[in-house]
């Protein structure tokens, strides 16, 4: 029961980003974060912060399903039928499998791996792995992404959200700290708007059982007054219906939430 417990609280932490070799986003159980020792708030403050509002214990509802014991990951084994295609989902994943060397990032499924997954996504990582429970597929764990797919995604330019979410490749890996929450005032932001990015939002969205909520791990964003210009934070302030930043003490965004 040791490895089931683990993959399980893996689940877990993912949905914080606390585990840094494991980026990605996902939503599971109902839980209320409060940090462990307190978190120095000095080193946290600003001026002219007027868009965001302190929440000190944030409870973020989602689905976890009852734990099951009948699971297994194998090794993904590609199709002759089946080839590479590149798309702003390509580049999202890209982007965000090249965050940290030896990072790995997981796409939760709904007991399917159909052909825009394998296309779009899993044929341009040099590792796959697939989570089975009930010998359904349930989960994508990716890594090493190719570089001649991020050399062709460069070339034809990167979306600008996607490019401040995870545009700055971290030469060392994070470490978890307590964070803070704040929510986002939409009010006091700036809409942003972009018919591409929109496509990636629904499909994220769609490939998830839990619809209302969504969350993005160890993105490129840092806390300053410049942030409430960030397109990425502008797009989703108004996208959704409530917007979460965590923040740690080096005041780095480990995690943004969305509530849809």
């Known amino acids: 029961m040791g490895k089931l417990n683990d993959y399980y609280k893996e689940k877990l932490f993912r949905l914080f980003g606390l585990t840094p070799k494991n980026v990605g986003w996902t939503s599971y159980a109902t839980i209320t974060i409060e940090p462990e020792y307190i978190v120095d708030l000095e080193n946290l403050s600003f001026e002219n912060m ?10 973020v509802v989602g689905d976890y399903d009852e734990v099951n014991t009948d699971f ?6 590609s199709s002759k039928n089946h080839e590479p295609h590149f798309s ?3 580049e999202f994943y890209l982007m965000l499998g090249n965050q940290f060397e ?7 499924i709904n007991k399917k791996l159909d052909n825009k997954l394998i296309s779009e996504v899993i044929l341009h990582f040099n590792n796959c792995r697939v989570v089975y429970e009930n010998n359904l597929p349930t989960e994508v764990r990716l890594s090493n992404p190719k570089k001649v797919s991020l050399n062709e995604i460069h070339k034809q330019g990167i979306n600008p959200i996607i490019s401040e979410l995870f545009g700055k490749v971290s030469e060392t890996e994070p470490e978890w700290s307590p964070s803070l929450s704040y929510k986002v005032v939409p ?13 990636v939002f629904e499909y994220l969205i769609g490939t998830k059982k839990d619809k209302h909520l969504l969350s993005f791990s160890w993105v490129s964003l840092v806390l300053d007054e410049f942030l409430k210009d960030s397109v990425a934070i502008r797009y989703f302030a108004h996208k959704c219906k409530n917007m979460y ?4 003490r ?11």
């Open 88 to 90: 702003l989902i390509t």
């Open 187 to 199: 009010e006091k932001i700036e809409k942003y708007e972009d018919q591409d990015f929109d496509l």
């Open 72 to 77: 297994r990951i194998g090794e993904f084994i």
């Open 245 to 248: 930043l965590w923040v740690n």
């Open 50 to 59: 007027e868009w965001l509002e302190l929440y000190e214990n944030l409870e």
């Open 102 to 108: 030896n990072g790995e990032i997981s796409v939760f």
């Open 250 to 260: 080096e005041k780095k965004i480990t995690t943004i939430q969305l509530e849809i």
